[in-house]
């Protein structure tokens, strides 16, 4: 499994001097195994996958790929309409994602939003509902779902290939007590596991509670708690500088939990 971001930051874009080596781009996972693409999320990072895809068979119309959504706030979705192969005829696109999913993308693709409605895209769209604790094999990939802390909820995902997993999960919260037991069962033993560690400790006290976010510090715990081989930190507060990602996220983090890494735009692994 090829693995690659495309947007790392959460909520907004975030362009700029002090965010060039983590990336501005908000959420889009690529994962390509055995030449199908799966894509995780439509955030800004999507525009750029995109324009990737149409180096390839996706410019002649004869590209096909696979979208998980996790959830509809705008920083996961609002790359859709700026990706390119949805305009080229031909190319067919498979939606898995919570229920309304093609309602929000229809939605955010209404002329008053965008110049090009959803239905006038020539390009193949079609979609299918999941709930928590599905799971679906496309290919000889297994992906699990499981319900997600986060307003409005959501699905995190669990990609399993040859026996190796990935575990997408961001946008959530920790709970009151601590570890989420369900997000414990679902990325147990995982190979890697992406983890929303939006806010320090410290910030997430002073008034994020609820706000769907969690820490650096619940990442390494449940990386820990799960026994996954190596934790990503994820969904990078716009606030977040590069150094300060450096010095207040990954350095603590990596103090608990050794195999610890930032998720970075452009960044590219094996799984
Ligand atoms: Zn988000
Ligand atoms: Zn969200």
Request: proline share 5%.
């Amino acid at each position: 499994m090829q693995i690659q971001y495309f947007g790392a930051r959460g909520s907004l874009p975030t362009p700029g001097k002090t965010t060039i080596k983590y990336g501005g781009n908000t959420t889009c996972l690529s994962l390509v195994v055995k030449e199908h693409q799966f894509i995780v999320d439509g955030g800004s990072g999507l525009r750029l996958l995109g324009l990737d895809l149409m180096k390839k068979e996706f410019a002649q119309g004869k590209g096909q790929a696979t979208f998980f959504w996790t959830h509809f706030h705008w920083d996961h979705l609002m790359g859709f309409p700026f990706f390119v192969p949805n305009f080229i005829p031909g190319n067919k696109f498979k939606h898995y994602g919570p229920a309304q999913t093609h309602d929000i993308l229809v939605r955010q693709q209404e002329f008053i939003t965008f110049p090009v409605e959803f239905a006038k895209m020539p390009s193949q769209h079609v979609f299918e509902t999941l709930e928590p604790d599905q799971t679906v094999h496309i290919q000889d990939v297994q992906v699990s779902t499981c319900r997600m802390n986060h307003p409005a909820g959501g699905l995190t995902y669990k990609f399993t290939q040859g026996g190796k997993s990935v575990v997408f999960a961001t946008d959530v919260e920790h709970l009151n007590e601590g570890i989420d037991p369900i997000l414990l069962k679902h990325a147990q033993g995982a190979e890697v596991l992406i983890y929303d560690a939006q806010y320090t400790p410290e910030e997430y006290a002073k008034g994020r509670k609820g706000w769907g976010h969690s820490t650096w510090k619940n990442a390494v715990e449940l990386a820990k708690a799960a026994g996954v081989k190596r934790l990503h930190l994820c969904h990078h507060d716009q606030m977040h500088s590069d150094s300060f990602l450096e010095k207040q996220v990954l350095a603590p983090a990596k103090k608990i939990f050794h195999k610890t890494c930032l998720a970075r735009e452009g960044w590219q692994f094996e799984l």
